[in-house]
């Protein structure tokens, strides 16, 4: 026990989180150019530590943002957080005009680490790394012209009305009081029940007419003939030239790869991810649209449909538009070391984590 308690000391844990968000935010400000002192809205979401000072005061205090700086802290919200703190974001710049909104993303592994033996919650530290994104919003007309993306709609799905979804991911004490993350059995049926009612409320806003129509009348059909008529899928792929879906694991991106008849070529950067990155909870969405823009297939007025998975149980997905077509060769991110290696080979497997 000794060892354990050292490993998810405190002072490492803070250790752990400030290089991760530092140096996402220094290599955020060293692209923008903007001046700290012009950040008016700061959101940082970290699921399982939340240390007090919070990490979000920790970042005013590093880069010593202004005093009425709107500061909020996001925990335990899981690995679709990054979305959640993105829409909380959105809606203060409607009412707060000409300012910026500083988003950091982050998951703490040495916080988070399980040190007991139980297998459903051994999962986690074999699948989970640390992670970190920030990530810049404007509502400054001037800014559009130097700006990547424009954010179109944001949909958010929480399913933790229903017992089985709100225990589906769930931090608890082991029979031994060692404390951790079990996965539960109902965990794949709570995340897709959560990814259909999204997918259903964001179709109609994305979708073409035929494809709504098609929907509306199977699901007709079904009610009239008692479910005997397949449910039809709408088609996605003409919404969106691109996906960025939480890779929770390889097993729950092949069931999502099948569910929304996707090809190998638009779940490449979600696989990629998982393999090079680990889930990276709350910021693994922006390592696969880093991934794209070094690739080189961000092209203006494409359209990129993020998809986050997480505790609750929930779903939020998120819908940019390309304002200009990204150089990869003018990029800088994780990826651009390594990024003409990509794709690799990854062999599927029939057991599903998140």
């Not at 229903?162 to 931090?171: E, M, P, V």
Request: some cysteine; overall charge neutral.
């Amino acid at each position: 026990m000794q060892g354990s308690l050292k490993f998810n000391s405190l002072k490492e844990a803070r250790e752990e989180s400030e290089e991760v968000i530092f140096g996402a935010i220094d290599e955020l400000l060293a692209k923008t150019g903007i001046d700290p002192l012009d950040i008016g809205i700061l959101v940082v979401n970290c699921t399982v530590f939340c240390p007090m000072p919070s990490l979000s005061a920790a970042v005013v205090n590093r880069y010593k943002l202004r005093e009425d700086i709107l500061s909020f802290n996001l925990g335990g919200m899981g690995c679709s957080a990054g979305l959640i703190s993105i829409d909380l974001a959105e809606h203060l710049l409607q009412v707060h005009p000409n300012t910026y909104a500083l988003v950091v993303s982050t998951e703490n592994i040495t916080y988070g680490s399980y040190c007991g033996n139980n297998r459903s919650m051994i999962v986690s530290n074999c699948l989970f790394r640390v992670g970190g994104s920030a990530v810049l919003l404007s509502n400054l007309p001037s800014d559009r012209h130097s700006s990547k993306y424009e954010l179109v709609h944001l949909l958010r799905t929480h399913e933790a009305a229903n017992d089985k979804s709100y225990k589906a991911i769930y931090q608890q004490d082991d029979e031994d009081g060692i404390t951790g993350v079990a996965l539960s059995k109902d965990l794949v049926v709570a995340a897709g029940e959560a990814l259909k009612k999204n997918l259903s409320a964001l179709g109609p806003l994305v979708l073409p007419l035929s494809e709504q129509l098609r929907f509306l009348a199977t699901s007709i059909a079904r009610k009239v003939f008692k479910k005997k008529v397949k449910q039809y899928i709408p088609n996605f792929k003409l919404a969106f030239e691109h996906f960025c879906i939480h890779p929770g694991g390889r097993a729950v991106l092949d069931q999502l790869q099948k569910s929304l008849d996707l090809s190998d070529w638009l779940l490449e950067p979600s696989r990629m991810t998982l393999y090079r990155f680990g889930n990276t909870s709350s910021s693994s969405l922006w390592y696969e649209l880093a991934y794209l823009e070094g690739k080189g297939r961000i092209k203006k007025k494409d359209r990129i449909c993020q998809i986050g998975l997480g505790s609750g149980f929930k779903c939020n997905s998120a819908v940019w538009r390309a304002l200009r077509t990204i150089n990869p060769v003018t990029e800088t991110n994780p990826w651009m070391d390594e990024i003409n290696d990509f794709p690799v080979n990854v062999p599927k497997v029939d057991t599903v984590h998140f």
